[in-house]
C-alpha cells in the first residue's frame, strides 16, 4: 500500500501544495457511482449533486423517485447518494472524490486539490451484487454539467473513472460517448 505522502510526490502535488496552489477556486465534477458528501473529507465542498442512473426492469435507480433526472434541471441535495452504503461498489464514487478534492491539505491525508469544490454526480444503478450505468445517462450527465457550466464556479475537470465490463474490442474513436466529453 502506498502512504498518502508518497502518493503526494509521486503526483507532484506536494510541489503545488508548496507553491500554494491546492485548487482554491476550482471545481472538480465527480461523474461515478455516487459520494457520500456528508463524510468529514467534503464537508463545506460540495457546491451541487445530480442524479442520472435510470431504473431498469433489473437494476434500481438511486436517484430521488427512482428516476434519473434530465439535463436541464436544477441540482437537487443529495441525489448524488451512492447506492446502499453497505455495498463496497458504491463506494467508489466516494474514493474517488475524496482522491481528488477531500481533506484540507493540512493532515497527512488529503486529496490532490483539497481546497477545490465538489459537483456530486450518480450514474450507477444496483441489482443484487452488481452496479451498472449505461451510456444515455453518461451523456445526460455530460450535458446537465455542459447546461449547467455557467452556474458552476471554477468547473476545470470533469472525472470519469470509469470501468467497461463489456469487454469493446473498438477503438476510443466509436465510443458514443467521445462527442458529449
Given amino acids: 500500500t502506498t502512504s ?3 502518493a503526494t510526490t509521486e503526483s507532484g502535488a506536494n510541489v503545488a501544495w508548496a507553491a500554494g496552489k491546492k485548487g482554491a477556486g476550482a471545481t472538480v465534477a465527480v461523474v461515478d457511482s455516487g459520494v457520500d458528501v456528508s463524510h468529514p473529507f467534503f464537508a463545506g465542498k460540495t457546491v451541487w449533486e445530480g442524479c442520472f442512473a435510470s431504473p431498469t426492469v433489473i437494476y434500481s435507480s438511486p436517484c430521488p423517485g427512482g ?3 434530465g439535463v436541464n434541471d436544477a441540482p437537487l441535495a443529495g441525489s448524488a447518494a451512492p447506492c446502499p452504503p453497505s455495498r463496497v461498489d458504491c463506494a467508489h ?3 474517488v472524490a475524496g482522491i481528488a478534492v477531500g481533506g484540507s491539505g493540512s493532515n497527512a491525508v488529503s486529496g490532490i486539490a483539497p481546497s ?4 456530486a454526480i450518480n450514474v450507477f444503478s444496483y441489482s443484487g451484487t452488481k452496479i451498472s450505468s449505461n451510456d444515455g445517462d453518461l451523456i445526460d450527465a455530460l450535458q446537465w454539467l455542459y447546461n449547467k457550466r455557467a452556474s458552476f ?3 476545470s475537470s470533469v472525472n470519469l473513472s470509469l470501468g467497461d465490463g463489456s469487454n469493446h474490442t473498438g477503438s476510443c474513436d466509436s465510443d458514443p460517448l467521445k462527442p458529449s466529453i
Fill in 67 to 69: 428516476q434519473p433526472m
Fill in 116 to 119: 477545490a469544490s465538489l459537483v
Fill in 4 to 6: 498518502s505522502a508518497a
Fill in 153 to 155: 464556479p471554477g468547473l
Fill in 93 to 95: 464514487g466516494t474514493h
